[in-house]
């Protein structure tokens, strides 16, 4: 089948979903590029592909051919590769060990980075609140490099959530001032990370929650690190 019409309902649909209210109706979202669209094919996520018309690209997946009309219609990128995915969103179930805790990280890019590091160190769940960027949308997707469809990230209120688990796991976050270095922090089976926002970081009600407090030693010269750093060095040191 070729799509040659912006005009065309699916497609229509399809373009609705780069804002996230239809992500949300639809349980379905949008990735491009080659790259992405395998890592959610190798994970399950992809539910049909498209692609370039007379294109010989193919997965084992329901496929249709796009016009080029078509593609810059969709597309979010300056240099389109004109290959697309159509992914289902999936309930994710809480794997208990390691986890990270955002609180209202809101650069697309920050989060979509963050998580790729949970991923590279060994992160069994990432919990996110309404606070944070939406998971599914292109930047934070792509920021990610695709791990988002490696990771178990959950959406959830976050003092009820940190309150329930502080029985079964040691509950740290971050604080700039009267924590320990983290060089310092004992190596933990199963432990939860609190990171905070770009602007005020961790918030007050679950700074009260947490067992123990860690900060990252700097020089004079730099007053903090940008979150994504932030979270991938003690990611890195926690593992």
């Known amino acids: 089948m ?8 699916k497609i229509k649909t399809l373009n609705l979903l780069k804002q ?16 992405l669209v395998e890592e959610a094919y190798k994970n399950g996520y992809l539910k049909e592909l498209l692609i370039p018309e007379n294109s010989n690209y193919s997965l084992d997946v329901p496929t249709a051919e796009i016009s080029n009309s078509i593609i810059r219609y969709l597309t979010d990128l300056e240099s389109p590769t004109g ?21 209202g990280v809101q650069d697309p890019g920050n989060l979509g980075t963050i998580i790729r590091s949970g991923v590279a160190f060994n992160i069994d769940t990432i ?33 009820e959530f940190v309150t329930n688990i502080k029985n079964t796991h040691k509950v740290l976050a971050t604080k700039v001032d009267g924590g320990k270095k983290l060089k310092d922090i004992e190596k933990l089976e199963k432990f939860a990370i609190i990171m905070g926002s770009e602007g005020s970081g961790v918030s007050k009600e679950l700074l009260d929650l947490a067992d123990e407090y860690l900060y990252i030693p700097m020089n004079d010269k730099c007053e903090s690190l940008n979150v994504a750093v932030a979270s991938s060095i003690i990611l890195y040191e926690l593992s």
């Open 20 to 35: 996230k209210k239809y992500r949300d109706k639809e349980k379905l979202f949008l990735v491009e590029g080659r790259h």
């Open 127 to 159: 919990v996110v609140n309404d606070k944070c960027a939406d998971i599914y949308s292109s930047k934070v997707i792509r920021a990610s490099q695709g791990m988002i469809f490696s990771a178990s990230i959950i959406k959830k209120d976050l003092k």
């Open 83 to 103: 290959i697309f995915g159509i992914c289902e969103k999936k309930e994710m179930n809480l794997k208990e060990g390691k986890i990270l805790i955002l609180d």
């Open 2 to 9: 070729l799509y040659s019409s912006i005009n065309n309902e």
